[in-house]
């Protein structure tokens, strides 16, 4: 009886978790109308095989998108879609290493450290031509990465945008299905992202505390966007946010009944965001 608890329970988070992922057969029929298709990209080195889907021309100022966990390109879809964004960036989506097409050292298996995660993201921009520096976009536990990004290479950001991000080690959320999620009996039953995203976020307090003194380091314009009903990610983030982020042009909207999708959720703001930061200006706190 105890078994079979066990395959229905790792039945159902598979079928739980299936929004997150979609297949290429989803994907084709998703762009078949649309005027504008991404274009694909694998970057490959020494350690990293990075996937890529981008839109806009490879000239204009970058905007990197970084997806939380689990993930993958394809949750920045509406971003890479717009067409205003489109005529102001070269918008290149990743899949983090170990997620969807991307691999670290050659193995299927989850990048814990937001370091490592940094410094293999950071090959996307090979793929822009403009030589000026762009924007930097993570949601949820895209954003840690994003700011271990902008401190590591300061030259390559020129603005840092966080929605919905994971900063505060002491309040990182646990759910009742997190510990099944270790067992080697249920990981057999469920896909591999999640498995993928199941280690990071035993990993993440570990790796939060060591970003810690990265957001105090930081000093490009920033903006930082928190939803009030988000039940992912706790917001009293954005209080921590605000203890570390100092400086002058940091701004943190606070969106009170916004939930955890705020790149889906608010279109409107985050696209008012990145064309601020295009011209060079920052949202208004709130």
Not at 68 to 95: E, F, K, T
Not at 194 to 213: F, M
Not at 232 to 260: C, E, M, W
Request: proline letters at 7%.
């Amino acid at each position: 009886m105890r078994w079979l608890l066990l395959i229905l329970t790792a039945c159902c988070l598979t079928g739980c978790f299936s929004r997150f992922s979609m297949s290429e057969k989803q994907i084709r029929k998703y762009y078949e109308n649309k005027p504008v298709k991404p274009v694909y990209f694998t970057i490959q080195n020494d350690s990293v095989k990075l996937f890529c889907a981008t839109t806009g021309a490879d000239t204009l100022p970058p905007l990197l998108l970084i997806h939380g966990a689990p993930g993958a390109w394809y949750g920045n879809r509406n971003l890479m879609d717009d067409p205003v964004l489109q005529q102001r960036y070269h918008i290149i989506s990743v899949d983090r290493p170990g997620y969807h097409r991307s691999t670290f050292n050659n193995k299927k298996k989850a990048v814990t450290s937001i370091d490592r995660q940094a410094i293999a993201i950071h090959e996307a921009l090979r793929l822009n031509r403009s030589g000026t520096p762009g924007v930097i976009l993570g949601s949820s536990y895209g954003g840690p990465i994003a700011a271990a990004m902008a401190a590591r290479y300061p030259a390559s950001f020129s603005h840092l945008v966080m929605l919905a991000p994971a900063l505060n080690p002491d309040i990182e959320k646990f759910w009742w299905f997190n510990p099944l999620g270790r067992s080697p009996f249920i990981r057999v039953f469920l896909p591999r992202f999640i498995n993928h995203a199941t280690d990071e976020k035993y990993a993440h307090v570990r790796e939060l505390r060591k970003l810690v003194p990265v957001l105090d380091s930081l000093s490009l314009p920033i903006t930082v966007v928190q939803g009030g009903a988000d039940k992912i990610v706790n917001p009293a983030n954005l209080d921590f946010a605000r203890k570390h982020l100092t400086g002058s042009q940091t701004a943190f909207i606070y969106l009170p009944d916004a939930g955890h999708l705020i790149r889906w959720q608010h279109e409107e703001v985050v696209r008012n965001i990145l064309l601020k930061a295009a011209n060079g200006t920052t949202e208004a706190a709130q």
